[in-house]
Each structure stands twice: as C-alpha cells, then as structure tokens.
C-alpha cells in the first residue's frame, strides 16, 4: 500500500499540471484549466484536486501534503480523503507532495510545513472538500451514464451504486467519463454520524515496511556512484575554519577529498568509514570567533537580567498592577534549560548537483524551504531542484530548520558525484538549533480561595522572528506566549508580558512542545503553589476557577476519578495534576511518582484525559499523547544542553540521556468522545509531563522545583512522613 | 591495511575487501545496501543498528568486521522468509509499535534474540532486555506490548498452531 518508489520521486509541478489537463474539466486548487482543451483531452487519469489520482486500473493515489515523521500523519489524512471520496481504504497508495507552495501550503502557515501539531487541524476541511469533491464527479459520472438523478446514487468502497435499479459502477470505470464534468466548489460533506474510517483505529500504513526494512528514510538514500561524507563544523557557533592539515587524511584509503568551507569541514570517501576516519585524522584550527569565551553562566546572567527589564503586554484583563498591590503577594520564577532534539536519524542530506539541475534525497518538515534553500545557494531556478522528500526517523521541530541541506549543498558544490552527508551523533547534538532557555516570573494574590491578581513576564528567545518573521509582530512572540496569554483560568485582572532576550552563541529553534511547553510548565507550577498557599486541594483549587473551560473542567474531572486523585499513597509518593488547553487539545494529566532517600525519581503512573474534538484514529492519538509524556518525562528527569568556551558540552546518548524502556510508567490515556473540530496532539504529552510530575514530586517531598532538569540534590536525603 | 572477508549475511556469503577496523554497519549499510540496520551514535549507545550474530544480538557500529567475518550475521531483512514475516514482526504491526520507526530494528532484533533465550519472559525481563535500545518518539508502551505478543506468537508457531486474529 506505501509505495516507496513513488515517494522517492514524487511528480514535479509541471508533470502534475500536465496529469490536470488530460483531465476534462479538472482543477488543480487555483490552477483552473481552459475547459476546450480539457474537453479535447484523452482521460486516462482521475484528478479532480491536488490531492487524489485515480486511474482506470482503478489505483488510487492519496497525495500527502504533510511529512511522515511517526506522527501517523500519512494514515490520518489518507483517513480523511478516502472517507470523503469513500474509497476501499485497503486499496489506495500513498504518494509524497512534491515541493509545491500554491498546491501543498499548510493553510495555517502558507507554506509547505509540517509542525505546530496542526496537521489535522488545518486540513480536516481542506481535504474533506477534496475526498467530497471528487466523490461527487464520480457520482455524476454515473448518473449521467445511467440517466439517473444523482441523488439517487450512492457511493461505498470505491463503487457507484444504483440501488433502484441494481446497477453499479467502479471508480476505475468512471475514470473516462468525467471528461467535461466541473467540480463543485463546496461539495456537501457526510455527518460525522456517516463516517466509515474516521473514528476507527485502522492500522498505520506505514507500519509494514517499518518492521521488514524496506521503509527509506532520508539516510538510506543511495543514487547510483554515492560518495560518502561527514562534516564538521566550528565546535564554537560562529566561529570559522583557520588552518587544515589533511596530509595524514588524504592518506588514508578510501578518502577521496577533503572539502574545506568558510565554516566547516568535511571529508568525502567511498563509503562512510573512510570518511569519518579521515576526518579524526584532520588537523584543524577554528577560528573561534566572538563567542570563544561563552559558558552557560554568561547565558543565566544575560536572561535573568532581561526578565527583570519591562516587557510587551501580550494581554491584560481588568487592573491587574491594582489586584497585585492589595494582600499577599506570591511570586516565583521557574527556568527552562537549552534542549537538543537527538532525532534517532541524524542529521543527513544526499545532493547530486550537476552544472543544471540539483537532486536533493532528505527528510525535511519544511519541504519548499529545502528546495528554496538549495536554489539559493546554487543559483540555479526552483524547477531544476529536485527534492524526494523521504520518511524522516524524527523530526520533533530539527526538520524545520535547513541548516543540514544548506551544509550538504555547499559540499556538494565542490565534489564532482553525488554525495551522502551523514552527520556523526556528536555533530548532531553539538551543532543543533535548540529549544531556547525560558525564565518565566510570576505574581499573584489571592481572596477566598481564589486568584484576584495575575502577573506573567515570559522571557526568552523568538523563534517566531527568526523562522516566520511576518508572525513577530510589535515585539510579541505568539509562540512564547501560547498558553499563557490565553490562560483558561478565569482570573479577572492579569497581565502576560513578554521580553524577547536572544541567548549568546546558541542558535535557537522550535522543539515538540514549543512554547507551550514553558508557559505550561510555569503556569501549572505556580497554579500548585498557589493552591497550597490557599489550602486548598490542587484540583478543587482549578476546577473551581474553569467557570469559562467546560471542556478542560470535564478532562479534569475524568483524569482525577481515573487516577484515583485523593486515595492516600505510601510515604515518599505523591500525585501531581497539570492542565492545559495548548494546540487546540483540553488535557489533564495525573502524575503518580515515588522519590527515594537518595533523590532518585520512579515515575510509576501517568493518566491523561485528553479531550482533542472528532478523533481521526484513535489509536494514533493515544499513541502520541503516550509518546510526547515520555518525550516530556525525558526532559524533566535529564534534559540539559550546556555550553562551556562556547562549545557544547554534551555529545553523546551517555550524557544526553533518554527515558529508557523500563523506566517507562504506566500510561492510561482517556479520550473524551466530542463532536467538535479536531484538535492537535502531537505535541501536547510533552508540554503535560513535567508540571505534572513536578506537582507529584511536590505532593512527595515537599521540595517545589523551578528548574528542569529536576536537581536530585534538591531531593536527596529529605526526610518525608 | 585492507584486507579481504568472508561475510555470510541472511543466508548469503559476501567477499568483502575493507579496512579490519570498518564496523560491520558501514558494510552492511554501504556495500550490501542492507538499510535494515540504522546509524544512530556510532558507540553502541542506541541500539538503532542491531544484527544478529550466530543469533547473538550485537551493535553492528562498534562490531569491527574481522570479528563478524565467518560467522552468520542476520539482518533485519533476512529475520522473516522471503514471503512470511518472523512472528516478532507481526507482533510488532500487531501492536502498531512504530512511530518514526527508526529505533524499530533494533526494538525487534533484540527481542527476537531475547525470545530465543527466554520463551516465557516476565514483563520485566523484557523491559531489562531491551534497557539499553534508545526510543525518542516514546513507543515504549506499543513495543512493551508487542514483545509480549511475540512471545505467544512463538509459543503457538511452536505448538505448530495458526494463530487466530482473536489468540494474537
């Protein structure tokens, strides 16, 4: 069903655009054709959108405008297609958009990009009105043939039917007959009670070549006369190459050239080990640049600094400075680290660039950007750059960036085949864009059990100005505020402000979870504190300010009776909830943990209760929520990326630690059954562990932590009844 | 200074000439373009490139060749028949347990050797097993849940028994 070859070469634009004209009357999402020359076309395709071929065999061919990165993607949208075309699901073949904004541009962003866990957010309409659109042509198809109202015609599993009169007719069979025909702009959409597909925990598609090997993610691409490479770049950000003696290198058998840039250097062999022996065996001086004398301390000063300075309000509600002057007031501070992403696959690109045309093999969750990029570098125009977009062995946010097809082009352009650029796992974690430090300070007072005064300064790195500056508008981040200026507490004066503070050295980028991720943290951090300082219990201190959250007051409700919230546990252990309402997503996640007298954490339980609207494949959603808290747990417990002389310090699994299988929890993950629009769900596990676990170590110990990674020192000895 | 190995690999022999040192992953990977076994640290960290050695589970990127030389090295590809797939990889579709895939490999052939040596594993015999293969998309509870599968799997393949969808 997945068809790898045509993955690896997907249809450019122009072949697209030709496959559209034989077809009567097709339009290819604003490109509408002259209908003469549709008219006089031969119809051996069925292409009715951008989306969907069939041809008269009766092969249909779902085309994924979203990158598969484990996410199940692939399976989702062809889900949602094949519902609305109501194709025999077991039969159709799935397809890699090529690089293409006007056809494949996520409707949220603009252009083709797969992130932000809205994959299914922003194409549920778009591609119903695909699969229903092309439903209807063939549905008229038929009548048309049986001279028969159309609405008295029904479609299941790829077949016409005529109940009437007994007769049927395949999609394959109407292929030649939807010459002339127009679709419609707004073709009616099936009641969610009608659905086939959607709802039902079809198995991924992707998942047979995944356990057999034959599945091709972007390293494993091989043209025919590769050459193999691995590269390193400046271990200080910014610095550039000074002096290389490659005379030992060059020596040695197998290396074939050593390409030294402006900033890196890589050594191309005939295969992979020759090329990473030559590169132990260079001699380089960097040019370490102005960030030479950088440590982590200098990047804590600068941000602390920052978040004590005036920020932009991103929102205010009533009088918030009035509210915080009268009683108690309550603050704390809690700080994010620097975070790699550690993508199983490594970073890698595979370029054979020729004096007129680039071929480019690579995983990337930014598709045209990795051919604009290549463009710009070569000179050559976009239709000469050819980008098989391949599975990518995780992406969590590092695919968004183009750093890895920038480097593999510029070596490229000094090797004379095509060539392979593996980055080594040190490089990888040394040479990352990672999920920037956050410090975020908080205030508020308190009456009758309630929060009257709410004050929220996010500080720290835009991401959004760098990546999609037309979103950095009048100085506010909306990924650095997501989840905190749309707090779902009902408080009725606050402010959020945010200080944009762009970090020394350390380029910076989006991370799974991103910004919801701190402002989470903080929030449901703050909201335990404060529960405590007004004596209330943690979840009846929430649920009692959710007025205006029915939808999260009811996960709330569902998470606590599911975990048992209020049942006493041994001594040494404690629950924690957190809420939130990022990516579209209402969750409410318990965490149950135990500490020992050493400090050491054993996460034993986590239940959410996940209210994401209409759920496509439920076992894809129950099988990212369970991913992203173990994403989350890995960084609670270890996450850290520090800098020392301006290099990273961390290089390696060994000391940039993963969860590990058996120290997994058990996890229960509890789907509301709702009727509303999907929501996202990729990313939101992540952003729920470590409040979570966090208030639980709390509920154990007694020891409130600001700070990730969770400093066991911090824990280390207390004595708890 | 390169010499020249005898490599049997899912059943076939290769002559392969290559620097002693050269990890059995670069041969595997780059001259008989087995992509089964992934590159994930290079330092036997991940797990992502796990073969089979005489049914041994080994990390194919810090095994030099010259040790692999002569002996059965198995692959991800050679674990099922041509036409069947080896019941560890049903269990695993079975169980849906793959996100971005990439640690996969490894996850199945080290429960596949595993399986071998413990048939009736506890829950946390395999979690010990497969302590040290590296998952970032958070899979842990599909694969947990997929090696426990696989072990009834075998058990029924053994009695000589047809799994129905129901008993898998």
């Known amino acids: 069903m997945f068809d790898a070859t045509a993955t690896r070469a997907g249809p450019t634009r122009r072949t697209f655009l030709k496959a559209g004209a034989a077809v009567g009357g097709a339009f290819l999402l604003g490109f509408h054709l002259p209908s003469a020359m549709a008219a006089n076309a031969e119809t051996t395709v069925f292409a009715p959108n951008a989306f969907i071929r069939i041809d008269r065999q009766g092969k249909v061919t779902l085309i994924m405008p979203q990158v598969e990165m484990g996410q199940g993607i692939y399976t989702t949208v062809a889900m949602i297609l094949a519902e609305e075309l109501d194709a025999a699901f077991d039969q159709v073949v799935l397809e890699a958009a090529p690089p293409n904004d006007a056809l494949y541009a996520n409707p949220t962003f603009r252009i083709q990009v797969t992130g932000n866990s809205n994959s299914v957010r922003a194409f549920w309409l778009p591609l119903r009105k695909a699969g229903a659109a092309a439903r209807a ?169 920052a978040s004590e300075k005036e920020g932009v309000t991103a929102r205010s509600v009533g009088d918030a400075t009035g509210a915080l002057s009268k009683g108690e007031l309550i603050e704390a501070a809690y700080e994010l680290p620097f975070l790699a992403h550690a993508t199983m696959e490594p970073m890698n690109c ?200 029915p939808r999260l007051q009811a996960v709330l409700d569902l998470a606590a009776a599911k975990a048992g919230w209020g049942n006493p546990l041994p001594p040494r252990m404690g629950r924690g909830i957190a809420l939130q309402t990022s990516f579209g997503s209402y969750i409410a996640t318990v965490a149950e943990a135990e500490v020992d007298e050493a400090g050491e954490i054993r996460v034993r339980r986590i239940v959410s209760a996940v209210d994401t609207g209409i759920v496509v494949n439920p076992d894809t959603v129950v099988a990212q929520v369970q991913g992203g808290l173990i994403f989350g747990l890995t960084a609670a417990l270890y996450g850290e990326i520090t800098i020392d002389r301006g290099r990273v310090q961390q290089s390696n699994f060994h000391d940039y630690r993963m969860l590990r299988i058996d120290q997994t929890p058990a996890i229960e993950v509890h789907l509301i059954k709702s009727g509303e629009a999907p929501g996202g769900i990729g990313e939101t596990g992540t952003t729920a562990a470590p409040p979570a676990l966090g208030n639980a170590i709390f509920a154990a110990t007694g020891v409130r932590l600001r700070r990730l990674p969770i400093d066991r020192s911090l824990l280390a000895g207390r004595k708890v009844g | 200074m390169e010499r020249t190995f005898e490599l049997r690999v899912n059943g076939r022999i290769h002559a392969i000439t290559a620097d002693p040192a050269t990890p059995l992953l670069y041969i595997l990977r780059n001259d008989l373009a087995l992509n089964g076994p992934k590159f994930g640290c290079g330092l036997g960290e991940c797990g992502a490139c796990t073969v089979l050695i005489e049914g041994m589970a080994a990390r194919a990127c810090v095994i030099p060749v010259s040790g692999a030389a002569g002996r059965e090295v198995t692959t991800l590809e050679g674990l099922g028949g041509a036409r069947s797939l080896h019941p560890v990889q049903q269990a695993f579709i079975d169980e849906q347990a793959a996100q971005c895939g990439y640690c996969v490999n490894g996850m199945i052939m080290t429960a596949k050797a595993f399986l071998d040596r413990i048939a009736h594993p506890s829950e946390a015999q395999i979690r010990d097993a497969l302590r040290y293969n590296l998952c970032r998309c958070g899979t842990h509870v599909e694969i947990l849940r997929a090696v426990q599968r696989a072990a009834r799997l075998l058990d029924m393949a053994d009695a000589g028994a047809e799994p129905t969808e129901a008993e898998r």
């Not at chain 1, 709410?454 to 100005?465: E, F, L, P, Q, V």
């Not at chain 1, 989840?483 to 503070?501: E, F, G, T």
């Not at chain 1, 989470?520 to 300010?545: N, T, W, Y």
């Open chain 1, 350 to 549: 595979t370029v054979h660039l020729t004096a007129d045309s680039c071929e480019i093999w690579v995983g990337s969750q930014v598709l045209s950007r990795a051919q604009a990029v290549a463009a710009k570098i070569t000179g050559l125009p976009l239709e000469k750059i050819t980008v098989h977009n391949l599975l990518i062995g995780g992406g969590f946010g590092r695919r968004l960036e183009v750093d890895h097809i920038d480097k593999a082009v510029r070596i490229a352009q000094q090797v004379a085949a095509p060539v392979k650029v593996v980055w080594t796992r040190e490089e990888d974690i040394r040479h990352d864009v990672y999920r920037p430090v956050y410090r975020d300070r908080l205030s508020a007072t308190l009456s009758g059990g309630r929060i009257v005064g709410w004050k929220h300064r996010i500080t720290g790195s835009s991401i959004i100005a760098r990546w999609l500056p037309p979103a950095f508008q009048k100085g506010i981040d909306i990924d650095a505020i997501d989840s905190a200026a749309d707090i779902p507490y009902d408080i009725p004066n606050l402010s959020v402000d945010y200080v944009r503070d762009e970090p020394p050295a350390m380029p910076t980028g989006f991370w799974r979870g991103v910004g919801p991720n701190n402002n989470v943290f903080a929030i449901e951090s703050f909201m335990d504190e404060l529960a405590r300082k007004a004596g209330k219990d943690p979840v009846a201190f929430r649920r009692d300010m959710l007025g205006k959250a």
């Open chain 1, 137 to 305: 042509l063939l549905v008229e198809a038929s009548a048309r043939i049986w001279q028969v109202d159309p609405a008295t015609c029904r479609t299941d599993s790829g077949e016409v039917f005529h109940d009437a009169s007994g007769r049927k007719a395949s999609y394959a069979a109407l292929v030649e007959h939807t010459a002339g025909l127009t679709a419609p702009a707004d073709p009616p959409l099936k009641s969610t009670a009608n659905f086939k597909l959607i709802g039902q925990s079809l198995k991924r598609l992707d998942t047979p070549d995944k356990v057999n090997g034959k599945v091709i993610y972007g390293i494993d691409a091989m043209p025919p006369g590769v050459t193999f490479a691995t590269l390193a770049a400046c271990p200080v950000f910014g610095g550039k190459v000074g002096h290389v003696d490659d005379s030992k290198a060059k020596s040695l058998p197998g290396v074939r050239q050593i390409v030294v840039l402006d900033d890196l250097v890589a050594v191309v062999g005939d295969h992979m080990w020759a090329a990473r022996q030559g590169l132990e065996a260079l001699k380089i001086t960097w040019v370490e640049g102005p960030n030479a004398a950088v440590s982590s301390d200098d990047v804590w000063k600068q941000l602390r600094a």
